[in-house]
Every structure is written in C-alpha cells, then in structure tokens.
C-alpha cells in the first residue's frame, strides 16, 4: 500500500468511526420512502455503479441544522395572485403575455442581502433556501444560457411558439444585480448555510414542453410524462392547454444542455453550496441526460445534499410540505419539513395570516423530536423587503433559541416511539446520549411527570435558561418527577415563551 492509499484508508475509517449509522447506510442502501418515488418510476431504484451521495460530514451538517427559512421571490411577486408561480397557469392569453414581459419594469429597490442575512441570523436560522428558478421560468441569477424558443400569447390566429433570444434574467431587468450572488455572500461571511431551489420545468422555455404543466402541451404528451404528471398537467392546465407540435430532437438537446448549464452555474459561480433544492421533475425520454447532469453536480461540488425531486434515489434529502410527519419516517434520509408562515410560500401581505412564534417553536420542537428540521417559507415583496410581522415572529423564534437552543441544534431523536409523552412533551438527545432534553409546549403547573425518562442518579435537572436545579425524584413504577418552584408559576419569571427545555442526565450513560 503506497502513501496515498494508506491516507485515503484512514481517512475513510475515520469517516466510519465518527458517523458509523451513516457509512452503514452507506454499505446497504435504503432509499426514500415509496410515496417519495411515484412521481419519477422511471427512475432506478439503485443507482448506477459508481454514483456517491454526499459524504457524511455533510449529512452530519444537514442533521445539525435544525432550522432555516425558505424564500421564494420572483417576478410572480409583482402581481402576487396567490402561490407563487402556479396562478399563471389559469390566467387569460393576455395576462400571460403581460406577466412575461413583468421583468422589463422590475426594480427591487429595498432588497438587502445583508439585511436578509441579518434577520435570519438574528432568528436563530443556520440555512436558507432561495429559488433562484421557479416554474415559470425567470432566473433570479446571472444565467449565460440562452432561451431560444418561448410563446408569443397574443399572436394572430392564436399562442405560437416564437423565436428568441435572451436569458430571461434578473440581469435583463432595471434592477441588473444578481440577487443569488449577493445572498449567498452575505450567507458565507456568517457562517449560514445555503439551499439554492431550482426547477426542473421551465413554462417560458418551449424547449420544455409538455413537463409538469408546461401551457404549451404537445400531441404525444402521453408518450413524454408520466401519469402523476398527466393528472396534474389536466387539473392545473383542462382547458387553458395549448397544443403544438412535439419537440424535436434538437429542441430536447438544447433543453437538457441549458438545464445542465444552469445548474453548473450554481454550482461554480457562488461558492460553497450546500444544497441543492431541486423541485418537480422531467420525464423518462430525458432521465439519461439528467441522470448525467446529477453526475456533473457531484463532480463539482462533492458534497452538496441534492433533493431527492426529479433525482429519486440519487437524492440526499427531502422536504415534507406544509405538514410535520406524525411520526419518525420510515427511511434514513434527512429531512426538512417546509411550512409557509404565511398563506403561501411567496409574499402574504395581510399580517393577520402570518402564523405566529409560537407556531414556528411548537412545529420547530415537534419536527426535530421526529428527527427532522423546519424551514419557515417567508417571501418578500415586489420591492424586495418582508413585511414587518413576519420579521417579529422570526426574530421571537430566535429570542426563544437563545434560550432553549441547546436542546434544538445538532440534536437526535429518541429511539423507537421515545420522542414524546402525549400532546405537549417533545424530546430530544444529544449526539452522545449523554442528555436528554424534555421539551413542554405547555407550562405544566407545580410538576410534571416524565414516564420515559430516568435521570442518573445525583444528577441535576436543569431549565434551559435558568441556573437553578430541579427537584427530582425517581419512581420505577410512575417515571420521573420533577418539582417546579413556586416563582416559575409565574410567566414573567420563566426563561422564555412558547415552551419550555428540561435538560436531563440520563442513567446508564
């Protein structure tokens, strides 16, 4: 064994030995829960011979993460008729036509990328998602691709297809700032890790027809996509479709060309990233070209997490939407649960549908007892800056961090059923199972009693934000009993809102 292959040998059993659930994983592969695949059956089950997932340093900084904002931002911010992209797909030939032609008028004036980082850190968030290409196509980055084919709405006789030639960028418009760029270097100088979402479909390219409800669908789109996409291409698009002829051959080259470019750019142009949110997915005629752009994506940045949308088991990580799994999921890929704080996704402008931080820290404590991560969905305005209201309950969520932090980032979950008592106690542990924290969503009164947990004996109980020790006692047959003084009963006297973190010793350990 010469030099070279004696470190690499070591290197890799020093990967074993710090994370050995994860190089097991590894050894025998599980993929993502079934309900995760049906989108894609296309895709294999297994991936190729030779394909790595991100190594495990990155899914030990994924699982560590805990929570994050998502933002989605585009020209569909000017109009703002609901969620995000999606309203397109039912407006009149006129609209459309309009609304593609919004980003010759859009001059964000009050974006501030450090500022978004400011508050973000300021709520506790140690990631952010960004959408640097929605559905509709309009790319929130400086793209050198060029679109060449895109609809013209409103031409005689009817929406034609027509030639063009232009990136479709933010770079096109007034604004002309490269809005990922400045993020993700506001992101890299405090150390708060970055998720770039981007779309597999593209409804202003034409070059991507028929996928996930492109408005101009083709004669053969049964023979391109998939039933799921069938069925959502009818509910979203029924009469409002549009058909032309097929794409040809050269027209799918070129759309697989410029789907890779895009994302070599990310991948090149902004630094470290650490994730790659990919969303919907293409269809099998294409999967071998995108197959080979997952390749290209490792091979720039090893150790980006990619979701697992469009990709199956070539993913890294997925996203439960709007919902926080009822239980631990079945499979060992991490995940995040993604939750609008507002209605949508994209900016809400009534502040009286924003959720709440007491919201943020009760969904925060349920998804990571689970195993999981929360990112908020938060989108700004057309101007580029966030209303007020979701600023405060951010920055609450990170008042109650400062305090109960601890037993959030870089936490596990339980084994088995061991991450709740009934409705209002989550629990989390720590890596080394040394601690297990003991999360109230609701102030227990004078005691409480915790059945799955017995603390080692001499140890003290501790109320995250207070110096004072817990009276405790131990019963086999009833569980754990912990006093709370008589000046906590008090509200104004507790270390925080929301809910409150036991931290516990725990026997045998």
């Known amino acids: ?14 990967a074993t030995s710090a994370c050995p659930s994860r190089a097991q994983a590894a050894e025998k592969f599980r993929g993502f829960p079934a309900s995760l695949l049906k989108n894609d059956p296309y895709i294999e089950k297994t991936p190729v011979p030779g394909y790595d997932w991100a190594p495990s340093s990155a899914y030990e900084a994924f699982e560590d993460m805990k929570f994050g904002a998502r933002i989605h931002w585009g020209i569909y911010s000017i109009w703002h008729r609901g969620a995000e ?35 973000f850190k300021q709520s506790g968030m140690r990631m952010f998602a960004f959408t640097t290409k929605h559905h509709e196509g309009f790319c929130m980055f400086d793209t050198r691709t060029r679109v060449k084919n895109r609809a013209n709405w409103t031409a005689a006789g009817g929406p034609a297809i027509e030639s063009c030639d232009l990136s479709y960028s933010i770079m096109e418009t007034p604004f002309r700032r490269d809005v990922v760029k400045e993020l993700c270097d506001a992101a890299h100088k405090r150390d708060i890790k970055i998720d770039l979402y981007f779309s597999h479909p593209d409804w202003y390219d034409a070059d991507f027809r028929p996928y996930v409800c492109h408005p101009f669908q083709v004669p053969s789109s049964k023979e391109w996509m998939v039933q799921v996409d069938l069925d959502m291409t009818q509910q979203r698009l029924g009469s409002h479709a549009v058909i032309v002829p097929d794409p040809t051959d050269a027209e799918v080259r070129r759309m697989m060309e410029r789907h890779r470019a895009q994302l070599v750019e990310l991948l090149t142009n902004y630094g470290k990233i650490d994730m790659i949110d990919l969303d919907m997915w293409l269809g099998p005629r294409v999967w071998p070209a995108l197959r080979k752009t997952v390749m290209k994506m490792r091979e720039l940045q090893p150790q980006v997490m990619l979701r ?39 900016y809400e402008p009534d502040a009286a549908k924003y959720k709440g931080t007491q919201w943020i820290v009760h969904n925060l404590a349920d998804a990571v007892a689970k195993g999981g991560g929360l990112q908020v969905g938060v989108g700004p305005d057309s101007h580029g800056e966030f209303h007020p209201e979701a600023i405060r309950q951010m920055k609450g969520a990170g008042a109650w961090l400062k305090v109960s932090g601890e037993a959030i980032y870089a936490t596990r979950p339980r084994s088995g059923t061991l991450w709740s008592e009934g409705e209002t106690v989550r629990y989390t542990r720590s890596k080394d199972s040394r601690f297990v924290y003991a999360i109230l969503t609701e102030w227990p009164g004078t005691e409480i009693v915790l059945k799955t947990v017995q603390p080692k004996a001499g140890s003290k109980v501790n109320l995250l934000g207070s110096n004072a020790g817990l009276a405790w006692k131990f019963d086999s047959a009833k569980g754990t009993t912990i006093a709370l003084p008589e000046n906590l009963q008090q509200s104004d006297n507790r270390p925080c809102d929301y809910a409150w973190c036991m931290k516990l010793q725990v026997a045998g350990v």
Do not use: C, H
């Not at 797909?89 to 010759?104: P, V």
């Open 308 to 346: 697992g949308r469009g990709i199956g088991n070539y993913g890294d990580y997925y996203t439960p939407e709007r919902v926080v799994p009822g239980s631990k999921e079945a499979s060992d890929k991490p995940w995040f649960t993604i939750y609008p704080l507002g209605t949508d996704f994209s």
């Open 1 to 14: 064994m010469n030099r070279r292959q004696f470190l690499a040998s070591a290197a890799a059993l020093a």
């Open 85 to 119: 992209s999606w309203p397109f797909l039912g407006m009149s030939f006129e609209d459309r036509q309009t609304y593609n032609n919004l980003y010759k008028t859009w001059n964000p004036a009050g974006f501030d990328a450090e500022g978004w980082m400011d508050v």
